[in-house]
């Protein structure tokens, strides 16, 4: 009773916090226990990697392969393939098979949780989630085994498909490539299957499921939703590319990536999972910054509202530009494809992008007092991507201090999670005013 009582006092963000932390605790204790791993690992290690996992980053201390056993590895798999589906939505499916009632609580929480507007037909997509997840996964590991069978055995090759289809599908980034994807780099088929379930996993379920309820697929018949995370990220995935292989014009040729194709390939490639993935075909501590600047720039922005993918995401990077463009000519709405947007939205896309700067650079800042031995370009970008739940890094993670670590940990579940959602749970319910203040205008700018 008291348990109940406990969760009944809780805000629906207090509970999605709640139920991230216990994950990751779950996971720290089982990559802690002997046979997990080859040697042991330490607590502060452990913490890191069962985190990271969980908030599908992809940032590692150990070397994964290598470091963890079979066991290890599957713990690894569990907590990407939760944190990558949302506590709520697997806890919830579950309660869903055994027959148990869903209230009104807990589709409050699912709604949070898939990141949606309404209660309504929370159900319904919960099972699209599901099913989506399932088929994309499922398909993974079919086209990744046909190019791993060639180059081990089939055990082998059955068991890296089925690792890799999940971390890219959750946009995880784990590898269980010592050097991540380098060794493919110039391979079209890998890196196209990469980029498919990379791209799939960050549009959103909700997005996903309005392409499949359409035989013939029409414009003008998609949701403003899902108008904005594909202009979005199309443009994202463009611009990235082709920025991307101008600023690096001259480092691709002294990897000895001296095909044309290979270059547009490889700068495609790492425009994509830039946004949360995490896999790379190059070494990315040997950039040049313009490229590196490309990259955090994806990094911030990430995938779409309730997808596997984090930052900021598409659709708020995209109503803060609009809201820009609209004060800028002097209109009073913000509108989109014939359609306003409401004021509501455009704050909270506001608190989101504030929330998110003013944490990235706090973190920043206190790394630099901690880790006195790198650049700071090395810093921000290596908080960049544990706030976007990236994973790419210039090479700094395994030798960040106890401290530094514990920082970049505190970044990738805040990060996972969004600020605005840590801060409304630190906040607790939310008060309602019976009375409002008289409004008075006030200079700014």
Known sequence: MKLKAFFNSLSPSQILVFWFFITISVGFVLLLLPFATVNGISPVDSLFTATSATCVTGLIVVDTPTKFTFFGKIVILALIQAGGLGIMTISTFFMLIMGRRIGLRNRVLLRDNLNQNRIGGLLRLLLDVVKYTAVFEGLGITLFFFSFSKRFNYDQAFWLSIFHSISAFCNAGFSLFSDSFIYYKSDVYINSVLAFLIVSGGLGFAVLTEIDLRKKIKWESFSLQAKLVFTTTLILLSIGTILLRLSEAGYFSSIGIRDEGTKWLTSFFQSVTARTAGFNTVPIG??????????????????????????????????????????IRGKREVTVFKRKIKDEVIGKSLAIVSLSLAFIFSIAFLLTFTEHSFPFKEIIFETMSAFGTVGLSMGITPHLST?????????MFTGRLGPLTIFMAMYGKEKRLLYKYPEEDISVG
């Open 286 to 327: 040997s950039l040049a910054t313009p490229a590196l600047m490309i990259l955090m720039l994806l990094m911030f922005v990430g995938g779409s509202p309730g997808s596997t993918a984090g930052g900021i995401k598409t659709v708020t990077a995209a109503v803060i530009f609009l809201y820009v463009k609209a004060l």
């Open 403 to 411: 401290l530094g670590k514990l920082f970049i940990t505190i970044t």
